[in-house]
Every structure is written in structure tokens, then in C-alpha cells.
């Protein structure tokens, strides 16, 4: 690959550093909130889970938006508007107006999950597209390794009771970042050919240094701008599929409460900040396999062989949580849960979502992926603590079941994917 277009790939990957930084830094700050604006239970629950409402807005929409405006541009907002929620939170009076910026927060996250991995898929070429695409998810991963690494340092660098201001206000150092190298990237030449803007596109594809000519960049064919169910059922299916999947393996849910999850099967309280860094770590490492593996072994069989090993996990914990014996595999068999899901399905869900769309609906149909995942977050988000208040074991019990149902249903229906043209895919995939 050409150094051009890696550097434009990296530029546009950074998106997920955001991602990854603005989803976990309010860890914490969580008691510092509590106590600043006196919120119940409820209260901060809600100011929690309001940034994942906003994600769902912001998939929804960044797709109508990218699709008209270009990937490129509509990135620009997106950084922008990261900087401005990260402002609003660190300077936030009331509990209101962190709400409100929490809000516009998740809606930079959903854009920003809609629109880089299909502008990086677009650029690169199909050899490479698997671990270039994967360079979105591995920074998310690093994000929220270096939140948890940004939480601890600015909490020993920064004293008095407006730490937590600065925790979440260092957010937007990367994000005036991020918005400013936007401007030395390119439009998408496949997004300008479908607008019939051909000079354009053969000036982009210079400035990427790509290897298609245009002439392998083929525009879309009439009445086809638009997602539409007879033309799009296969890719909108597998879309909605994979992203209920991805979310049914129960990772979130397990990230968000870790430490509730080790405190409610006895476990003292291990520094929360450390323990967080460790998993986060290992989430990281993890990621760094599967994208070294997605071009070779392909999609499909990392997807297959990660839920077999994350349903065998998961099994384990549900008997540990629902028997109160054996916690001292607990923690073990969470890291070997997270190192199996970070190289397949964390991996994989981009990279896959944003290849079997045809151009013309690729935004539109990435956003319909990526908010399922929202959408299905903000549910189990929700359901998770009061389930397992009642039963400890049965939340993992279910999310075991519906990962190895998931595994038959991914090598049974789903096509593979690696090193073939995105125009190919089009064709075998996008109008069946």
C-alpha cells in the first residue's frame, strides 16, 4: 500500500480513538457526579445511558448525511462536534447541560460509526481492506484504554473537587486534532462517481495514491441511490444480523460492569482504575490478532471460531455466578471471553458492515447496522443489572446460547467477504 493512502485511512480511523475515549471516560467520573449534582440512582443511570441514545440518533442520521454531503465532510462535523459536547461536559453548570452534551456526545459517536469505516473501505484496496478498515476498531479499543489510562493520570496530576471537569474535557485536545487533519484527506472517489463528479474523482484517487483506475470504480445504476428492501433484502439482513449478535455476545454489558460483575461474586475491591487498564489492555492486544488475521483467515472463520470460544466462556461464568462456586476462575475466564471477542466479532463488525453495501446505499446501509447495535446497547444496557439482581447467572446463560446459535447462523448464511472488490460484492451481495 501506497503511504498516501495510509496516512488518509489513518486520519479517518481516528474517528474511533473519539469513539473509543468519549464512550469510557465517564467511568470515572461517575461518583464525582453523584455527588457534585446530588443524583439518585436513576439520575445518574439515565445520565449514563443518555450518550447511548444519542448514538442511535447520530447512526441514524449520519448515513442521510454522508450520502448527500460525502463521508469526508460529514466527518468534519462529526469533529466538531465531539470538541464542543467535550467543552460543554467540562464546563457543564447543571446536571442538564452535561445531560444535553452527554447527548450530543453520543450523537458524534453514532456519525462517527456510520461514516469512517465506509470512507476507509472506499479508499483502500480489497487485499488490504479487512486490517485497514480494522484500524477504526483498534483505535477504539485504544480510546478507551486511554481514557482509562487519562482517568488515573489526571486524577493524581489534578486535585480538588473539579477533577472530574478535567477528565472529561481533555477529550477535546484529539477532537480539534481530528477535525483539523480532515482538511489534508480527500473526498471518497467512489462517493464523487456516484454524484457524477468524475474529474473529482480521478484528482482523489491521485491524492490517495490508489490502485483502481476509474474505469474499476463502476457508478450506480438508476434508482438506486436509495436503501430499499427488494433491491438491498441480503445486505440489510446480514446488517441487522451481525449487529444484534455483536451485541447479544453480551460485551458491553460485561465492560460497563465489570467491577459489579467481580464485586457481586465476592471479590474485594481491586483498584477499579487498574483493573480496568489490564482489561483494556488485553481488549487491545486482542484487536492487533484479529486485524492481522481478517485478511488471511477471513471474516467468516474468525467470526465462527470467536463465538464457539466466547459461548464456552460465557457458560463458564453463568455457572459461576448462578453456583457462587469456583470464582477463582471467574476472572480468567473473562479475559479469555474479551481476547476471543476482540478478535472476532470487535474485529470483524466494521469492517464486514461497511463492504457488503453497494456504493449508493453504503452510508444509508451502514447506518442501519450501526444503529441495531445502538439500539440493542442501549436495551441489554438497561435489562442487564436487573436481571441479574434477581439471577446472577442467567443473563450470561443467555447471551452463551444466542453466540453459539450465532456461530451456526454466521457459517451457514453469511457470505464470505475477503480480498474481493467492493463493486464485486455489489453484485454477488447488495441486489439479491
Known amino acids: 500500500m501506497k503511504r498516501l493512502n495510509i496516512f488518509t485511512a489513518g486520519v479517518a480511523s481516528l474517528a474511533g480513538l473519539l469513539f473509543g475515549f468519549d464512550t469510557a471516560v465517564i467511568s470515572g467520573v461517575t461518583t464525582a457526579l453523584r455527588k457534585v449534582f446530588e443524583l439518585s440512582d436513576a439520575g445518574l443511570g439515565l445520565t449514563v445511558a443518555v450518550a447511548l441514545l444519542g448514538t442511535c440518533v447520530g447512526a441514524l442520521g449520519a448515513g442521510l448525511v454522508g450520502n448527500r454531503l460525502g ?9 466538531f462536534l465531539f470538541a464542543l459536547a467535550s467543552i460543554g461536559c467540562a464546563f457543564a453548570p447543571d446536571i442538564y447541560v452535561f445531560g444535553v452534551s452527554r447527548l450530543a456526545l453520543g450523537v458524534a459517536v453514532g456519525g462517527a ?5 465506509v470512507y476507509i473501505s472506499e479508499i483502500v484496496p480489497a487485499r488490504h481492506r479487512g486490517f485497514m478498515v480494522g484500524l477504526f476498531q ?21 486535585g480538588g473537587i473539579d477533577v472530574w471537569r478535567w477528565k472529561v474535557g481533555v477529550a477535546a485536545v484529539p477532537s480539534i486534532f481530528f477535525f483539523a487533519m480532515l482538511f489534508a484527506i480527500p473526498q471518497s472517489a467512489r462517493w464523487l462517481v456516484s454524484k457524477g463528479r468524475i474529474a473529482e474523482a480521478e484528482a482523489s484517487l491521485r491524492r490517495v495514491g490508489a490502485h483502481e483506475t476509474l474505469s474499476e470504480i463502476s457508478a450506480p445504476e438508476e434508482g438506486q441511490g436509495r436503501l ?4 438491498h433484502k441480503k445486505p440489510i439482513v446480514l446488517a441487522v ?4 449478535l455483536n451485541q447479544f455476545t453480551g460485551i458491553n454489558a460485561i465492560l460497563y460492569y465489570l467491577n459489579d460483575i467481580f464485586a457481586s461474586a465476592g471479590f474485594g475491591n481491586v483498584s477499579g482504575d487498574l483493573q480496568a487498564v489490564a482489561v483494556g489492555l488485553a481488549n487491545l492486544l486482542a484487536t492487533l490478532v484479529g486485524m492481522t488475521l481478517i485478511d488471511r483467515l477471513g471474516r467468516k472463520t474468525l467470526l465462527v471460531t470467536g463465538a464457539c470460544v466466547m459461548a464456552i466462556a460465557l457458560a463458564g461464568v453463568a455457572l459461576v455466578m448462578g453456583s457462587g462456586q469456583g470464582s477463582q476462575y471467574l476472572l480468567a475466564l473473562l479475559v479469555v471471553y474479551i481476547l476471543a471477542f476482540a478478535s472476532s466479532q470487535g474485529a470483524v463488525i466494521w469492517v464486514y458492515l461497511s463492504e457488503i453495501f453497494p456504493t449508493s446505499v453504503r452510508s444509508t446501509g451502514q447506518s442501519m447496522g ?7 446497547n442501549f436495551a441489554i444496557t438497561l435489562l442487564f443489572p436487573i436481571i441479574a439482581a434477581h439471577a446472577r447467572g442467567l443473563p450470561f446463560a443467555v447471551f452463551a446460547v444466542i453466540t453459539l446459535a450465532g456461530a451456526f447462523a454466521v457459517a451457514r448464511f453469511f457470505p464470505e467477504t475477503k480480498g474481493t472488490s467492493l463493486e464485486t460484492l455489489a453484485g454477488t451481495i447488495g441486489h439479491h
Open 370 to 376: 450501526s444503529a441495531t447495535h445502538w439500539i440493542v
Open 113 to 117: 460509526s456510520v461514516l469512517a469505516p
Open 71 to 79: 463521508g469526508r465532510d460529514t466527518l468534519k462535523m462529526v469533529g
Open 228 to 231: 430499499n428492501w427488494r433491491l
Open 241 to 244: 444480523s451481525l449487529a444484534f
Open 138 to 158: 483498534f483505535n477504539i479499543v485504544l480510546g478507551i484504554l486511554l481514557a482509562y489510562l487519562s482517568n488515573f493520570l489526571v486524577g493524581q496530576l489534578v
